[in-house]
């Protein structure tokens, strides 16, 4: 069966003036998952990513990892939502950089405070009871994402194994698009989304299925590389 695999990109730069850029540990973790992958045989004939700068250092840190040349081709279809402006949404304050830096240092864990501010938020998005307050509502962002895996699964009747790079919430939509459609399996599945994991997607006979969500044995040797956001 031609297959499909899904990779959340490295660990971005949280904090930092550029959140798109890789922190180093996101460019480790990108070539650690193309080495696994080449010592698995996986041969991908093209790979496809999103238009954002961390889905291009992650797909250049897995072919260095691949150690071979493969056709690279972009789709913004796979970028991820603009979750900064979700978030603003909810929360205004968070607006002013300085302002929400200085909120989440005075918890005793800022990473898991704002982890909780943007699943509220991203419910709120997802409600649909507020579409027009977002540039990009949550089903807009549903139909872009089935659009980029229509074209996902046209390009695999010619390639076989194609190779996307993309980031959590768009691959959380796939596996809920593929299993139960709803919003409540969306969150489910973009709460545990680690940096490179892969998600499988075999396409048959019957169309495209979820064989496996988030795999990540690349990162379990070394613990410090298995990173959320």
Do not use: C
């Not at 496996?212 to 990162?219: Q, W």
């Amino acid at each position: 069966m031609a297959r499909l695999l899904l990779v959340r990109h490295g660990q971005a730069s949280f904090g930092a003036d550029d959140y798109d850029a890789l922190s180093p540990l996101g460019h480790e973790q990108a070539r650690t998952l193309g080495k696994s992958l080449s010592d698995r045989g996986v041969r991908p004939a093209l790979l496809v990513r999103g238009a954002l700068r961390r889905h291009a250092e992650t797909a250049a840190g897995i072919l260095d990892g691949l150690a071979m040349s493969v056709d690279v081709a972009i789709d913004p279809g796979w970028d991820e939502f603009d979750f900064q402006h979700v978030v603003e949404i909810h929360r205004p304050l968070f607006r002013d950089r300085a302002a929400m830096a200085a909120e989440l240092a005075r918890e005793a864990r800022p990473d898991r405070a704002f982890q909780e501010i943007f699943e509220a938020a991203t419910t709120r998005w997802a409600s649909g009871d507020h579409d027009p307050e977002y540039g990009e509502s949550f089903p807009a962002f549903q139909s872009r994402v089935a659009g980029a895996l229509a074209s996902a699964e046209a390009l695999l009747r010619a390639h076989r194994e194609v190779l996307v790079v993309s980031s959590g919430g768009p691959i959380a939509m796939v596996a809920t698009l593929l299993t139960t459609g709803s919003v409540a399996g969306w969150a489910a599945f973009n709460r545990v989304s680690v940096n490179t994991g892969v998600t499988k997607v075999i396409a048959g006979s019957r169309g495209l299925s979820l064989s496996t969500f988030n795999e990540h044995p690349h990162l379990e040797a070394d613990r410090r590389l298995l990173t959320y956001r």
